[in-house]
T-cell receptor
Framework: EAGVAQSPRYKIIEKRQSVAFWCNPI?????LYWYQQILGQGPKLLIQ????????DSQLPKDRFSAERLKGVDSTLKIQPAKLEDSAVYLC????????????FGPGTRLLVL | GIQVEQSPPDLILQEGANSTLRCNFS?????LQWFHQNPWGQLINLFY???GTKQNGRLSATTVATERYSLLYISSSQTTDSGVYFC?????????????FGKGTKLTVNP
């Protein structure tokens, strides 16, 4: 079974630019999560999808971050415009049942905003 | 919301040594997970342990839910054990349970 795929693995941009990350969950997994992990901290949930509907986006900075999950499979997370404090690793995870217990994480995208 | 504290923040060992990592949480939980994040950033689930003790090879974990802590034991450490160890607990927010992570313990195992 293939794992959660993410791209790109690394991205360097200047502040005020836009950036997008892509995630392909494990086949058959209905629930998809995006986490932000700032250096020295644990991952923080940004948004959770169940199929293509949003379950929780309470910690997503909606003035600059957006996410979508078309057709309930792949997902993209966008930042526009980026700020210095957005430098972090963005992790995607998926689960079959929607329970937090069974999340599988992707390798992450490391973003550096200069 | 629930607070998760891990100690120590950093740990350096020689290969072959044993170690104990601790996770304290501020409120009652019905479950807890331990993760290992390797130096390349991949987060791997180690244990899903609401209470009691589980063992997997050289790693074992114990959760005492009534006292709000969990311990991760690593025996005969190897260089491949290096990385950051996180504990995470579920917290109800927005009508559904979400994982809340601690800040992690960074483990370095030297040859």
């Amino acid at each position: 079974e293939a794992g959660v795929a993410q791209s790109p693995r690394y991205k360097i941009i200047e502040k005020r630019q836009s950036v997008a990350f892509w995630c392909n969950p494990i086949s058959g997994h209905a629930t998809l999560y995006w986490y932000q992990q700032i250096l020295g901290q644990g991952p923080k949930l940004l948004i959770q999808f169940q199929n293509n509907g949003v379950v929780d986006d309470s910690q997503l900075p909606k003035d600059r971050f957006s996410a979508e999950r078309l057709k309930g499979v792949d997902s993209t997370l966008k930042i526009q415009p980026a700020k210095l404090e957005d430098s972090a690793v963005y992790l995607c995870a998926s689960s079959r049942t929607g329970g937090w217990q069974t999340q599988y994480f992707g390798p992450g995208t490391r973003l550096l905003v200069l | 919301g629930i607070q998760v504290e891990q100690s120590p923040p950093d740990l350096i060992l020689q290969e072959g040594a044993n170690s104990t990592l601790r996770c304290n949480f501020s409120d009652s939980v019905n479950n807890l997970q331990w993760f290992h994040q390797n130096p390349w950033g991949q987060l791997i689930n180690l244990f899903y342990i609401p209470s009691g003790t589980k063992q997997n090879g050289r790693l074992s974990a114990t959760t005492v839910a009534t006292e709000r802590y969990s311990l991760l034991y690593i025996s005969s450490s190897q260089t491949t054990d290096s990385g950051v160890y996180f504990c995470a607990v579920p917290s109800m927010r927005g009508g559904s349970e979400k994982l809340v992570f601690g800040k992690g313990t960074k483990l370095t195992v030297n040859p």
